[in-house]
């Protein structure tokens, strides 16, 4: 771990990292880089570059990937992870994390979030504000877990997945990558094909 951290995206996503990085208070100097040349500053933290910029810093930085979209944060980790980069976990101060959980490096886990004991989390994934994640779960690379998201025990979310905001998931649910659920929906049995399911229960789209 560094003592500089340089956040690729200031916008929405970027904007909570950057703030549960502050909260951490474990870096002596917080930066952004971002692609829109319009954007100067956010949250009074300067940006002082593009994305591409990322890898002129490898060396003194920390570097976070603050982008929502699981494909885009995925294609620029792995270029990070490739050369080397100091990729850090964020975790909020409020954030509730059970004996024996392990997270993967990039991951930022937000305010509210309990994870009880035993769960996988994987890189570059987005556990967000006030999500449950019951014991022995394991949350693949790149997914996204939205505000108000419950997952009971023994739950799997594949790589790339995103649940929406408010979504419940049954015990013992598996749900395969790349798929979309819709907000407020219900899972109560495996969803074993890509897609975007939606409903009480779910259904496909």
């Known amino acids: 771990m560094?003592?500089?951290?340089?956040?690729?995206?200031?916008?929405?996503?970027?904007?909570?990292?950057?703030?549960?990085?502050?909260?951490?208070?474990?870096?002596?100097?917080?930066?952004?880089?971002?692609?829109?040349?319009?954007?100067?500053?956010?949250?009074?933290?300067?940006?002082?570059g593009k994305s591409s910029d990322a890898f002129k810093y490898l060396q003194n930085h920390d570097i976070f990937v603050g982008v929502g979209n699981n494909a885009t944060r995925e294609k620029?980790?792995?270029?990070?992870?490739?050369?080397?980069?100091?990729?850090?976990?964020?975790?909020?101060?409020?954030?509730?994390?059970g004996k024996l959980v392990k997270i993967n490096f990039g991951t930022v886990i937000m305010a509210g979030v309990v994870i009880n004991c035993c769960s996988k989390i994987g890189k570059g994934c987005i556990i967000n504000t006030a999500a449950t994640i019951d014991h022995d779960n394991l949350i693949e690379d790149y997914a996204h877990i939205s505000p108000g998201v419950h997952l009971a025990g023994t739950v799997r979310v594949g790589q790339g997945t995103w649940?929406?905001?408010?979504?419940?998931?049954?015990?013992?649910?598996n749900i395969?990558?790349?798929?979309?659920?819709?907000?407020?929906?219900?899972v109560i049995k495996d969803i074993t094909e890509p897609g975007t399911y939606v409903g009480v229960p779910v259904r496909r789209v």
């Open 2 to 48: 560094k003592n500089k951290l340089l956040i690729i995206g200031a916008s929405g996503h970027g904007k909570v990292v950057a703030d549960i990085a502050l909260k951490m208070n474990k870096w002596q100097s917080i930066a952004f880089l971002d692609d829109d040349e319009s954007i100067k500053s956010s949250m009074g933290i300067k940006v002082v």
């Open 176 to 186: 395969t990558s790349l798929c979309k659920v819709g907000a407020g929906a219900r």
């Open 76 to 97: 620029i980790q792995g270029k990070l992870e490739a050369k080397g980069a100091s990729i850090p976990i964020l975790i909020h101060p409020s954030a509730i994390i």
């Open 163 to 173: 649940l929406g905001i408010g979504t419940v998931v049954s015990n013992n649910v």
